[in-house]
């Protein structure tokens, strides 16, 4: 439901910026500074470091407290892969293609 609505504010709102949790976990440094600079901000030492410290690979990729904020964010887009079985992927992806599509491609499955 949440991505149907994604896509009518795109269409609405295509100047505003819209981004994937996926792309920012792969490249967290870089795409909060294209997000800081498209802003009109200069990202300063301190935030720099606090994006490193909550993103970096040393942390766990999953936690079992949801206030936790410090994850592996590579790893961590990827957990549910380990949780579910081939069919409850394919029943998923089936399920929400039609939206899904708009912001997923065959290789993120």
Not at 20 to 33: G, K, S
Not at 68 to 81: G, H, N, P, V
Not at 82 to 108: G, W
């Amino acid at each position: 439901m949440i991505h149907q609505v994604l896509v009518g504010y795109r269409e609405r709102h295509p100047g505003w910026t819209y981004l994937r949790l996926e792309d920012i976990a792969r490249d967290p440094l870089r795409r909060f500074e294209e997000l800081y600079a498209r802003l009109g901000q200069t990202m300063n030492r301190e935030a720099r470091a606090t994006i490193e410290a909550h993103s970096d690979a040393s942390n766990p990729s999953e936690v079992s407290d949801p206030a936790a904020l410090q994850r592996d964010s590579l790893s961590s887009i990827s957990t549910w892969k380990a949780r579910l079985t081939d069919d409850e992927v394919h029943a998923i992806r089936n399920a929400v293609e039609p939206i899904s599509k708009e912001f997923y491609a065959d290789e993120d499955w």
